[in-house]
């Protein structure tokens, strides 16, 4: 069953990205490693396939990479409100 679940945060999602991109390829050397089995009509697609999840991991960690230093970034201009408005100030 699914479930919904609410990403608290970019480091959150790139770290999401992360773990597809490595289920990928991990996929694609399952592929890789298992050719010999396949029969030779089938080699072609497989190969594909593999080429596939290996460039939607590096996609994905591409995009993981964006979403960390979006974040860097935002963290470095973000200002807590309690101390912007002298609310923390003792």
């Given at each position: 069953m699914?479930?919904?679940?609410?990403?608290?945060?970019?480091?959150?999602?790139?770290?999401?990205?992360e773990k597809w991109a490595t289920?990928?390829?991990a996929r694609a050397?399952?592929?890789l490693a298992?050719?010999?089995?396949?029969?030779?009509?089938?080699r072609e697609h497989q190969l594909e396939r593999a080429s596939q999840l290996?460039?939607?991991a590096a996609t994905?960690?591409?995009?993981a990479a964006e979403?960390?230093?979006l974040e860097q970034r935002?963290?470095?201009y973000c200002v807590d409100p309690t101390v912007a408005s002298g609310k923390a100030r003792s």
């Open positions: 699914f479930k919904e679940e609410f990403i608290k945060s970019l480091p959150e999602l790139a770290d999401v990205y289920e990928d390829e050397d399952e592929i298992a050719q010999d089995s396949y029969a030779y009509e089938v290996i460039d939607e994905l960690k591409k995009r979403l960390r230093k935002r963290s470095m």
